[in-house]
């Protein structure tokens, strides 16, 4: 089977695949943001805006009238019939054979390179790859839905690993031959692909990654719990299965630790759940030291510290040490915004479905909630941000974060590799 040998220490299969990816000449315009980041006006506006962009797959809805739904089985038949369209028509290529490939990121004075390749379902079974959130079966059965449609994985799983020096001599040998792909996306993001020719890289990869006990989802867990469901929905129609069938496996970006940025995950709150703005700063008071800042927008630059914009005025909530907890998701920012502020106070205790709640990511700053407290919203909080150990932690400890932790930049594109299975 795809796992590790009988007796062996269980570490991380990471192998090479035969991409399906686009022309050269197409790539800047085929490649997309990741499916969830948009909704159905944004996705249809991207596609109308660019009509090869790999939005009209992994949102084939856009190329219906808005009466028939996201979920409609016509929408992931388009899906499937769009994909294929754009191999015939030489968009997108398949390549001869398996190999890894080097994508490298550069936008905002940060550069993180990766190692395009597949993950083995086995892993994430036997919990070699690590997860901190939990998942939606309605997210899954669409994402299982869409693989089927295309026969094919077209969203990647970002995957963090330890960071290992022969890997990174390997990669950077790699980004010594002429790149793939070089553009730069209409948000400044930079995206390079290279693809690794040499055998000797290539098997220094595969036995870098067999030095590594643990890899981290840090993005698209929908996603791989997908694959892994398809993938035990095929073993049961294959009993005879051998484990090397490319459905044990799921396309991926693996990136070493130190590379990775994760910004801020803020929130914003439509009401103040009966409190006028004085007594809810009052009740603040009891589990945080409240210092009023003006027109300063608060930043944190330290753990248990939150920034407030209420009323038009910026405060700085420092918490006090009786509600700081070493516990791996308990001390967590967003952990102590939730139970010492949103549950308690605001009354908000599922922010998966309380719709007085929604969240800004941190690429978009401060000024966007100032902006969204003047227009839908009443108050607003900025965190400080989920360092990457605190996710190993919670991961490691077989615990869950709370929902929007993180915020990963920047994003992977999609389009750019594609998985056939």
Known sequence: MCGAETGRRILAIVRPFRAVRPRADAAARVAALPYDVFNRQEALAEVRKEPLSFLKIDRAETQFSEDVAPDDSRVYERAGETLREMIRDGVLIRESGDSYYIYELTGAGHTQTGIVACAAVDDYLGN??????????????DRINHVEACRAQTGPIFLAYRSREAINRAVDRSKGEPPLYDFVAGDGVRHTVWKVKRQSEQDEIRAGFE???????ADGHHRAAAAVKLALKRRKENPAYSGDEEFNFFLSVLF???????????????????????????ALTGAFEVKELGSAACQPREKATFGLYLGGVWYELRAGEGIRFSDPVEGLA?????????????????????RRIDFVGGIRGLPELERRTRTDMKLAFSLYPTSLQELFDVADAGQLMPPKSTWFEPKLRSGLFIHEI
């Open 256 to 282: 070493p630790h130190d590379q990775l940025r994760i910004l801020p995950y803020n929130r914003v709150v439509r009401d103040l759940g009966g409190y006028s703005e004085e007594e809810f700063l009052r």
């Open 128 to 141: 070699v790859i690590k997860k901190h959130e939990n998942t939606r079966a309605d997210k899954e059965a």
């Open 334 to 354: 967003v952990s102590l915004l939730q139970s010492h502020v949103l549950a308690p106070l605001l009354k908000i205790t599922d922010v998966r479905t309380d």
């Open 211 to 217: 030095q590594v006990p643990s890899v981290y989802i």
